[in-house]
């Protein structure tokens, strides 16, 4: 069985950072993306950031030039560094992997900016 497991999250405050941590494991198989999503209080679920297999990434506007999507094909793990981060930034961020059998999610982890 799949499992990809956040970690990471936690209380900090504005201007500050976070890196989270997705590990995946239970699959034979490897992913052809991985990416990080949020989701605030009452907001839909966005796409935060995207890394693909051979390197090339992609970001959500709102976080561009302050957080980096990076991977551990070794450790199956995939990064998020959060840097000078604002109260807005504050959600739940979940983990996806994606590959040829389909999609998979982590139960997510909390982020939460206190200003």
């Known amino acids: 069985q799949v499992q990809l497991v956040e970690s990471g999250g936690g209380l900090v405050q504005a201007g500050g950072s976070l890196r989270l941590s997705c590990t995946a494991s239970?699959?034979?198989?490897?992913?052809?993306?991985m990416a990080w999503y949020r989701q605030a209080p009452g907001k839909q679920r966005e796409l935060v950031a995207t890394?693909?297999?051979?390197?090339?990434?992609h970001y959500g506007n709102s976080v561009k030039g302050r957080f980096t999507i990076s991977r551990d094909n070794a450790k199956n793990t995939v990064y998020l560094e959060m840097n000078s981060l604002k109260p807005e930034d504050t959600a739940d961020y979940y983990c996806?992997?994606?590959?040829?059998?389909?999609?998979?999610w982590g139960q997510g982890t909390q982020v939460t900016v206190s200003s």
């Open positions: 996806k992997g994606v590959s040829i059998y389909g999609e998979y």
């Open positions: 890394i693909y297999n051979g390197g090339f990434t």
């Open positions: 239970g699959s034979s198989f490897s992913f052809n993306a």
